[in-house]
């Protein structure tokens, strides 16, 4: 199971575990801390846990180690579920999903649909589930080292934010098995890489190195392996500093400009805008600008 009863007890505050991945270097927490009132249930191909020195970054790490992570549908169904949990939780401001440092995923589970029909795949809703990240209203920060491949590839996709362990690997290589990307992979690349890079990696199926996903606009940064996770949870803190509504706003802002034309995205940005003074958050941000000290959001 992903977490034991000592996790319990830690979450009850009646004893404390390193956590691996985490440095003692910046004067990161050593322990994995949960609020108080959070309750993180079992699961059983992730480990779910709140991370951070003021304990707002939800961390979600993909445990299913001897499939390199494959994505089975019961994998996914724990991901959603501990991602919509900590959606839902007011104390958590971003959230950290990553793997091992062999694979963050090394793409769907093969065996588990390669019997399927297309009216199975329709009536069953193949790959549905997988929605249910991109719908998360909070900051998604994947932090991918080893293998993303495929729908591991998606999966990092569909996150806000990607940063790349430096021995990372990515690729859609569906084509060399008999399909297509079908969680977003020929749709995600084209927008982040172009027509041109999105062929080439779709048609193919080649892998591509971190620092090529960087330069292709796939990756925002490429960190040492052994560091990853540190600086990916050091950027949800960044985040959950800031007021959770103004954050939610300008990421729904920032997704529209996939969705739209750049004349509706530029209308849509201006209301937003707008619609930030009316919020407290506003008030109390500009105020604390002008008083020169910090802000203190109260999520209205």
């Given at each position: 199971?992903?977490?034991?009863?000592?996790?319990?007890?830690?979450?009850?505050?009646?004893?404390s575990?390193?956590?691996?991945?985490?440095?003692?270097?910046?004067?990161?927490?050593?322990?994995?801390?949960?609020?108080?009132?959070?309750?993180?249930?079992?699961y059983?191909?992730?480990?779910?846990?709140?991370?951070?020195?003021?304990?707002?970054?939800?961390?979600?790490?993909?445990?299913?180690?001897?499939?390199?992570?494959?994505?089975?549908?019961?994998?996914?169904?724990?991901?959603?579920?501990?991602?919509?949990?900590?959606?839902?939780?007011?104390?958590?401001?971003?959230?950290v999903?990553?793997?091992?440092?062999?694979?963050?995923?090394?793409?769907?589970?093969?065996?588990?649909?390669?019997?399927?029909?297309?009216?199975?795949?329709?009536?069953?809703?193949?790959?549905?589930?997988?929605?249910?990240?991109?719908?998360?209203?909070?900051?998604?920060?994947?932090?991918?080292?080893?293998?993303?491949?495929?729908?591991?590839?998606?999966?990092?996709?569909?996150?806000?934010?990607?940063?790349a362990?430096?021995?990372?690997?990515?690729?859609?290589?569906?084509?060399?098995?008999?399909?297509?990307?079908?969680?977003?992979?020929?749709?995600?690349?084209?927008?982040?890489?172009?027509?041109?890079?999105?062929?080439?990696?779709?048609?193919?199926?080649?892998?591509?190195?971190a620092?090529?996903a960087?330069?292709?606009?796939?990756?925002?940064?490429?960190?040492?392996?052994?560091?990853?996770?540190?600086?990916?949870?050091?950027?949800?803190?960044?985040?959950?500093?800031?007021?959770?509504?103004?954050?939610?706003?300008?990421?729904?802002?920032?997704?529209?400009?996939?969705?739209?034309?750049?004349?509706?995205?530029?209308?849509?940005?201006?209301?937003?805008?707008?619609?930030?003074?009316?919020?407290?958050?506003?008030?109390?941000?500009?105020?604390?600008?002008?008083?020169?000290?910090?802000?203190?959001?109260?999520?209205?």
């Amino acid at each position: 199971m992903a977490l034991s009863m000592k996790a319990y007890r830690l979450a009850s505050g009646l004893l404390s575990t390193p956590v691996k991945g985490l440095s003692k270097a910046r004067g990161f927490p050593q322990t994995l801390r949960f609020a108080s009132t959070f309750d993180i249930p079992k699961y059983e191909f992730v480990e779910a846990s709140v991370v951070g020195q003021n304990s707002n970054v939800g961390l979600v790490r993909l445990n299913r180690p001897k499939a390199l992570n494959a994505l089975c549908d019961a994998l996914v169904d724990d991901l959603a579920s501990a991602v919509k949990l900590m959606d839902k939780n007011t104390s958590i401001g971003a959230i950290v999903i990553t793997g091992s440092e062999k694979a963050f995923a090394a793409g769907a589970d093969i065996k588990e649909m390669k019997d399927g029909s297309f009216a199975s795949n329709v009536t069953g809703g193949l790959l549905q589930g997988w929605a249910e990240i991109s719908k998360c209203s909070k900051p998604i920060i994947a932090a991918v080292n080893g293998y993303a491949l495929g729908g591991g590839c998606e999966l990092a996709m569909m996150c806000d934010i990607i940063y790349a362990g430096d021995k990372a690997r990515f690729g859609q290589p569906e084509v060399t098995i008999g399909t297509i990307p079908g969680a977003g992979g020929t749709q995600r690349i084209a927008r982040s890489c172009g027509k041109s890079k999105a062929m080439e990696i779709c048609l193919t199926g080649n892998q591509f190195s971190a620092e090529e996903a960087e330069r292709m606009g796939l990756v925002s940064k490429v960190i040492p392996a052994d560091k990853l996770v540190d600086e990916a949870v050091k950027l949800g803190e960044k985040i959950a500093s800031h007021s959770p509504l103004i954050i939610a706003l300008c990421k729904e802002s920032v997704n529209k400009a996939f969705e739209t034309s750049l004349a509706e995205g530029l209308s849509f940005e201006k209301r937003i805008f707008h619609a930030t003074f009316s919020t407290n958050d506003q008030k109390e941000g500009m105020q604390a600008f002008i008083d020169k000290k910090a802000p203190k959001w109260t999520r209205s």
